[in-house]
């Protein structure tokens, strides 16, 4: 059984930095695209950011680029959030998530998904 675990959230203030792990067990997710999405209260569940299995193609939604960053470990089946330049407006509960292929992933078809880590952007 496929486990995603994500860690690495908290409370930040505006303008600051944080980085969210994702840590996989139970099966190599190599082949697999990782995704970060995010949903805040009252809001639909968007997607963040996405990466292919080998890693070399990336995807991110235009609130986040240029800020954001995402990267996988695949020896350490990890996947990974840079979050720089953080607003208020990027407070959400994250989750991260696998999916067979990047572009199914960033449309939330995924077929593993993570509890999900709170990230609070104070002003």
């Known amino acids: 059984q496929v486990k995603l675990v994500e860690s690495g959230g908290g409370l930040v203030q505006a303008g600051g930095s944080l980085r969210l792990s994702c840590a996989a067990s139970?099966?190599?997710?190599?082949?697999?695209?990782m995704g970060w999405f995010r949903q805040a209260p009252g809001k639909e569940r968007e997607s963040v950011a996405a990466?292919?299995?080998?890693?070399?193609?990336?995807e991110y939604a235009d609130s986040v680029k240029g800020r954001f960053t995402v990267s996988r470990d695949n020896a350490k089946n990890t996947a990974y959030l840079q979050m720089n330049s953080v607003k208020p407006e990027d407070t959400a509960v994250y989750y991260c998530?696998?999916?067979?292929?990047?572009?199914?992933?960033?449309?939330?078809?995924?077929?593993?998904w993570g509890q999900g880590t709170q990230v609070t952007v104070s002003s």
């Open positions: 139970g099966r190599s997710l190599t082949s697999y695209a």
């Open positions: 990466i292919s299995g080998g890693g070399g193609r990336t």
């Open positions: 998530a696998a999916g067979g292929a990047i572009a199914l992933v960033t449309n939330g078809a995924c077929d593993y």
